[in-house]
């Protein structure tokens, strides 16, 4: 079945320590985000890209970084910049230019800093 | 800068009961618009999307709205069910972007009574 995958489901990691994020998709979607959730909030895009090897920041890029190396995958580094890294993250990805843009979600990853 | 907003935040009916959830947005400008639903600890699910040119979609027990003049939308569930507990999130995408830089609303946490 077509979908995204989103690992690990839940990560802890200490203060100081970089950690990565792992986003893969079958759809065949050009593009990908990758969306930060607090608790009571909406989604906030961190970044996006719509073709391999190019991508863009969103509103909360600082601290973060992310690579498309392959259409299928689109990792998200959590650095030690981050000031409060604690959070639900969710990656999507949508048809380019389909004019439609339903974005499909992983299920997501919960960052918890000790 | 768009503004996404839910009210209410949360919301609490009967079974079988009608229901209607409002979204409004600051900048009429969008290229559509979209409700999602997220079940606890999960990702995001598309339910409904609305071209900017359209004034309502249907799918089921669902039926949402746009008025893109008074920057409002409505998600209308009827004879909602205890499997209809979520929260349910509205996006806007602005109209020079087609789609890539949604803004969320913080969503409407449903629960539906037995």
């Known amino acids: 079945d077509g979908g995204i995958t989103q690992s690990p489901k839940y990560l802890f990691r200490k203060e100081g320590q970089n950690v990565t994020l792992s986003c893969e998709q079958n759809?065949?979607?050009?593009?990908m985000y990758w969306y930060r959730q607090d608790p009571g909030q909406g989604l906030r895009l961190i970044y996006y890209?719509?073709?391999?090897?190019?991508?863009q920041k969103g509103d909360i890029a600082e601290g973060y970084s992310v690579s498309r190396e392959k259409k299928e995958s689109f990792p998200l580094t959590v650095t030690s910049a981050q000031k409060n890294p604690t959070a639900f993250y969710l990656c999507?990805?949508?048809?380019?230019?389909?004019?439609?843009?339903?974005?499909?979600f992983g299920a997501g990853s919960r960052l918890t800093v000790l | 800068k768009q503004e996404v907003t839910q009210i209410p935040a949360a919301l609490s009916v009967p079974e079988g009961e009608n229901l209607v959830l409002n979204c409004s947005f600051t900048?009429?400008?969008?290229?559509?618009l979209q409700w999602f639903r997220q079940d606890p600890g999960k990702g995001l699910t598309s339910l409904l999307l609305?071209?900017?040119?359209?004034r309502e979609q249907t799918s089921g027990r669902l039926n949402a709205s746009l008025d893109k003049s008074s920057g409002r939308s409505t998600l209308y569930i009827a004879a909602s069910q205890p499997g209809d507990s979520a929260t349910y999130l509205c996006?806007?995408?602005?109209?020079?972007?087609?789609?890539?830089?949604?803004?969320f609303g913080g969503g409407t946490r449903l629960m539906v009574k037995p």
């Open positions: 759809l065949n979607h050009d593009a």
């Open positions: 890209s719509q073709i391999v090897n190019d991508f």
């Open positions: 609305i071209q900017s040119s359209q």
């Open positions: 996006a806007v995408s602005p109209y020079n972007n087609a789609g890539n830089m949604l803004t």
């Open positions: 900048d009429s400008a969008i290229y559509n």
């Open positions: 999507a990805s949508s048809i380019q230019g389909a004019g439609f843009n339903v974005l499909t």
